[in-house]
């Protein structure tokens, strides 16, 4: 399973931006997929998850600024930032909970992208 993620990049503070994720490769179901996200010198942390039922969960620090959505056709997360902070720089990372047609449950991640917020 491969996650591609796109978007993402320099936007200045109070701006908007938008990641969005695809997952390809031997996927019988999805169960979550969502954003991580790491700044200089800090832990990955929780940005939104959103599962196959819509149940969608997000950090305090994003809430009602950012919005997650899934297509579960193209097997793709969009998560939508606005009102954007400085705090909200990082490296974002794509995350999903896929299972094959023989396997469990397995965590996959992307490669990250890169999002700056400018003041």
């Known amino acids: 399973v491969q996650l591609q993620a796109s978007g993402g990049g320099l936007a200045q503070a109070g701006g908007s931006l938008r990641l969005s994720c695809a997952a390809s490769?031997?996927?019988?179901?999805?169960?979550?997929m969502g954003w991580y996200r790491q700044a200089p010198g800090k832990q990955r942390e929780l940005v939104a998850t959103i599962t196959s039922g819509e149940s969608a969960k997000f950090a305090d620090s994003v809430k009602g600024r950012f919005t997650i959505s899934r297509d579960y056709v193209q097997n793709t997360v969009t998560l939508q930032m606005n009102s954007l902070k400085s705090e909200d720089t990082a490296v974002y990372y794509c995350?999903?909970?896929?299972?094959?047609?023989?396997?469990?449950?397995?965590?996959?991640w992307g490669p990250g992208t890169q999002v700056t917020v400018s003041s």
């Open positions: 490769g031997s996927i019988f179901s999805i169960r979550s």
């Open positions: 995350t999903a909970l896929v299972s094959g047609s023989y396997t469990d449950y397995t965590n996959y």
